[in-house]
């Protein structure tokens, strides 16, 4: 315009950005008191979902020693590990056919319904049963969340809401050892489980209420004349026979590592059965994937051959599974150290924990900065992070095993967990940008299920590793009658003599010790797996 000049020209406000952008990509988002009460739910549904990895760590010794089955603990968080993980992709890709609304809702139901159940137990096997279903509602309750999400406002606001989802993961992370303790103070850890059904019936009714029938194609006003393709063809493209081998796989492996040396001899005929059922799968898995991207099929993979061929990718995600067994070691196994060892509460063993449950989002803020602010590769965060971690436990190993508690847990504590932060953070950043487009929504997945499904594996080898070594060292101490009694319940330990107490908690100590210095060699595994992701093609924008 004549005359004018830049000065001249008024600045876009926000509005306006959102207003250009929904011109055009023509879609039209939710505004208001809707958007606001969808936001609310969504991140209510996620926050308990997630929640339920983290709140039974200060809560396994209650539960166990109330069901008389502390020496098999551990699956108790295996068990929602394993499908929480193992079925995400399946969620996302069955709620294109379905519709967003009617799948996340389901996820949510079968989410709510089964923390019931599991707050009704009456018996380990029955919570070990219920937590698999529940793991499977949490997993579609978290995967629909991510599908959502980037579906319910303009590419402008994504970012913040992006931000927001963080904070939800690192908020549920580092309520849950805490709100477990405080839970278990009178000894009442049903309501782990039970506090879901409220709090999911509230979220489930705000999405039934707020999200509309068709979303996110709810208000387009001139529809594609195609036709959509009919559900049978939809329903072809998913890829159930990757997805029940991923899963036959990580349960036949896990299963053997939980139960060798502890219930079965490593010899014995059940093991020997599961780990070649485990390779069987395993090979089936790299097997199907190669059939599927050489041969003429409709099926979109759940793990795809071209992962295979991408050494950076391949590299990242040995780092994911050897990440996912430090940290979810940690989060289980260092508030139960609290209890059988130093003799603390519930509560105060998750007050304890904060240390490492604040330093993990702290370094992976700062991961994101050095990448975005400072331009650092994300390969040097993680290869930082790695170091860190294997120093962390290497500390974490010489703890002593009395029942004093010396100031610099607390340190090492943070060591650790400011490690994986940086790890977890920069393998995130850099998974985008070493994919093919058409592989990134897969991609993510699988960064995010061989983390937690390498976290259930690491959380088998330590349980083992502590159930044989108090066994063995207990045997010369007690009667077998009360190893198998305090193997049941730890609580058993606080009605020894005195001698023999300060001896059994001396032999669990060395036993926590023990399962860190395994940790140690997960942690300096990541060195050599980083090294793989090294390339001068690897390529950050500006």
């Keep these: 315009m004549e005359g004018s000049s830049l000065n001249d020209v008024e600045p876009l406000s926000e509005q306006d950005v959102v207003d250009e952008a929904l011109a055009r990509d023509g879609q039209h988002y939710l505004a208001g008191w809707r958007l606001h009460a969808m936001t609310a739910a969504l991140f209510l549904s996620l926050f308990i979902a997630t929640l339920e990895v983290s709140i039974v760590s200060t809560s396994l010794v209650t539960i166990t020693n109330a069901l008389h089955a502390f020496g098999i603990s551990s699956w108790i968080v295996v068990a929602y590990l394993l499908t929480y993980t193992g079925s995400l992709i399946i969620w996302a890709k069955v709620s294109d056919i379905f519709g967003r609304k009617s799948i996340i809702c389901l996820a949510l139901l079968v989410f709510i319904v089964f923390s019931g159940a599991c707050g009704a137990a009456q018996s380990i096997i029955q919570l070990v049963i219920f937590r ?235 991961s994101s900065v050095f990448v975005s602010k400072l331009k650092v590769p994300p390969v040097v965060i993680v290869i930082l992070g790695s170091i860190l971690q294997t120093i962390g436990a290497a500390l974490m190993s010489t703890l002593p095993a009395s029942q004093i508690i010396i100031a610099e847990n607390y340190g090492y504590q943070v060591i650790l967990g400011f490690g994986l932060g940086l790890n977890i953070a920069g393998l995130m950043v850099l998974t985008p940008f070493v994919v093919e487009k058409r592989d990134l929504a897969v991609a993510m997945g699988a960064v995010t299920q061989f983390r937690i499904m390498g976290g259930a594996l690491g959380l088998a080898i330590a349980t083992n590793v502590l159930n044989t070594y108090v066994k063995s060292h207990l045997s010369a101490s007690i009667a077998p009658q009360q190893v198998s009694t305090i193997l049941s319940s730890a609580e058993e330990i606080n009605v020894l003599d005195p001698a023999v107490r300060s001896t059994v908690r001396a032999i669990f100590g060395h036993g926590y010790n023990l399962q860190m210095k395994v940790l140690i060699g997960f942690g300096a595994a990541q060195i050599p797996a980083s090294l793989l992701m090294w390339g001068n093609h690897v390529k950050m924008p500006e």
């Excluded at 349960?251 to 059922?277: M, R």
Aim: glycine letters at 8%.
């Design 132 to 366: 698999v279903f529940q793991g499977i509602g949490g997993s579609g309750v978290y995967s629909m969340v991510m599908v959502i999400v980037p579906e319910m406002v303009p590419k402008p606001k994504f970012a913040a809401y992006s931000s927001f989802v963080s904070m939800v993961f690192a908020l549920s992370y580092l309520l849950g050892p805490v709100l477990g303790g405080v839970i278990n103070i009178n000894g009442a850890w049903r309501w782990v489980f039970l506090l879901n059904v409220p709090c999911g019936a509230v979220a489930l009714a705000f999405l039934l209420l707020v999200i509309p029938r068709a979303f996110p194609d709810h208000a387009v006003i001139e529809r594609s004349k195609e036709k959509s393709p009919p559900k049978n063809m939809i329903l072809r493209k998913l890829d159930f026979v990757g997805f029940l081998l991923l899963l036959a796989a990580s349960v036949f492996l896990v299963t053997a590592l939980e139960e060798a040396g502890t219930q079965y001899k490593w010899s014995s005929a059940l093991v020997v059965i599961l780990l070649v059922l485990a390779a069987l799968s395993w090979l089936g898995v790299i097997g199907w994937s190669w059939f599927v991207d050489h041969k003429e099929t409709s099926v979109e993979p759940v793990f795809t051959w071209r992962f295979l061929q991408n050494r950076v990718f391949m590299g990242a995600l040995l780092n994911t599974i050897f990440s996912g067994v430090p940290f979810t070691v940690a989060v289980i196994e260092i508030p139960q150290r609290f209890q059988a060892v130093n003799a603390l509460s519930p509560l105060q063993a998750g007050l304890r924990f904060l240390p490492f449950a604040l330093s993990s989002p702290v370094g992976a803020g700062i």
